[in-house]
């Protein structure tokens, strides 16, 4: 079945780059999302990817695919302090229309 | 404002009481969701409906009741069979056109 696996927690500091990594199971999944989540609160899609790209930039965010490994990332540049929040990855297949998430890693990030 | 509305946002329930949490959205999507929340566990699909009148199991369905009679509303219930209901429920959508899952912000539920 669908798995898609995160390291629970990120710690980092003010400024430094964060990458968050996401592992996946279904080799049929076409669209591979980030989602961020503010304590308390819903989540909110940060950006997507397609699966026959390898890369996606918006801003200070960088996505990379590795299909063969099946193996997402997210790479975020001059991490600030509003960063901190939990983000997840998710997997969806087009012949369905449900999106499968990981487990969130949450992000700390220290002054 | 466009969006998906939750209510309550926070909810006690005694143990052996039914809850029903309120899904409303207006944003004209076909296909709705729930999604519970729990700690180190991530989100896992509880139930999920593409079109009025028809709604799916997802992972989680166990203890757990939904109905679609409208487009734009998807209450779910919890009812006394789910052995361990405390936990952060949330609701989305999606377009049939769309790739994003929008959220609403979340209810959450505390049995006591």
């Known amino acids: 079945g669908e798995d898609v696996e995160q390291s629970l927690f990120l710690s980092v500091r003010e400024g430094d780059s964060s990458v968050i990594n996401c592992t996946y199971t279904?080799?049929?999944?076409?669209?591979l999302y980030w989602y961020k989540q503010e304590p308390g609160a819903g989540l909110q899609l940060l950006t997507y990817i397609f699966s026959n790209m390898d890369m996606k930039q918006d801003q200070r965010l960088t996505v990379l695919l590795n299909k063969k490994d099946k193996h997402l990332s997210l790479r975020i540049a001059d991490t600030q302090t509003g960063d901190s929040a939990i983000y997840f990855c998710?997997?969806?297949?087009?012949?369905?229309?449900?999106?499968?998430f990981g487990t969130g890693t949450r992000l700390l990030v220290s002054p | 404002d466009g969006g998906i509305t939750q209510s309550p946002k926070y909810l006690f329930r005694k143990e052996g009481q039914n809850v029903t949490l309120s899904c409303e959205q207006n944003?004209?999507?076909?296909?709705m969701y729930w999604y519970r929340q729990d700690p180190g566990q991530g989100l896992r699909l509880i139930y999920y409906?593409?079109?009025?009148?028809?709604?799916q199991k997802g992972d989680i369905a166990e203890g757990y009741s939904v109905s679609r009679e409208k487009k734009e509303s998807f209450p779910l219930t919890v009812t006394s069979a789910q052995k361990n209901p405390t936990a952060f429920y949330l609701c989305?959508?999606?377009?049939?056109?769309?790739?994003?899952?929008?959220f609403g912000e979340g209810s959450r539920l505390t049995v006591l």
């Open positions: 409906s593409q079109i009025v009148n028809d709604f």
């Open positions: 944003l004209n999507h076909d296909a």
């Open positions: 998710a997997e969806q297949n087009t012949g369905f229309q449900k999106l499968v």
């Open positions: 279904d080799s049929s999944s076409t669209y």
């Open positions: 989305a959508s999606m377009g049939t056109t769309e790739r994003e899952l929008f």
